[in-house]
Nanobody, 123 residues
């Protein structure tokens, strides 16, 4: 059974940093693209970042470009999201997802999803 488990969320002050992890089990995802998405209260889930199977291609939402970095460790079947210079508007539940194909911003292109981890940016 495939499982994606996010971790690393929490409460952080504006300007702070967090590193999210998403560990996969049940199969190897070295040939899959990964994505991070988020959903703020009262809003639809939105794209944050995606990375290709090799790590050679990354795409970011404009709202996080220059502050967030997506990376992956295929040996550990894990994807990461380093979040720096966090803002209150980054507050959301963050989800990781895996896709058997090219990286994409489109949510319905992803085959597997995690349960999410809460990130709260507040003073």
């Amino acid at each position: 059974q495939v499982q994606l488990v996010e971790s690393g969320g929490g409460l952080v002050q504006p300007g702070g940093s967090l590193r999210l992890s998403c560990a996969a089990s049940g199969r190897t995802f070295s040939d899959y693209s990964w994505g991070w998405f988020r959903q703020a209260p009262g809003k639809e889930r939105e794209f944050v970042a995606t990375i290709s199977w090799s790590g050679g291609t990354t795409i970011y939402a404009d709202s996080v470009k220059g502050r967030f970095t997506i990376s992956r460790d295929n040996a550990k079947n894990t994807v990461y999201l380093q979040m720096n210079s966090l803002k209150p508007e980054d507050t959301a539940v963050y989800y990781c997802a895996a896709r058997n194909g090219f990286p994409t911003r489109t949510q319905n292109g992803y085959n597997y999803w995690g349960q999410g981890t809460q990130v709260t940016v507040s003073s």
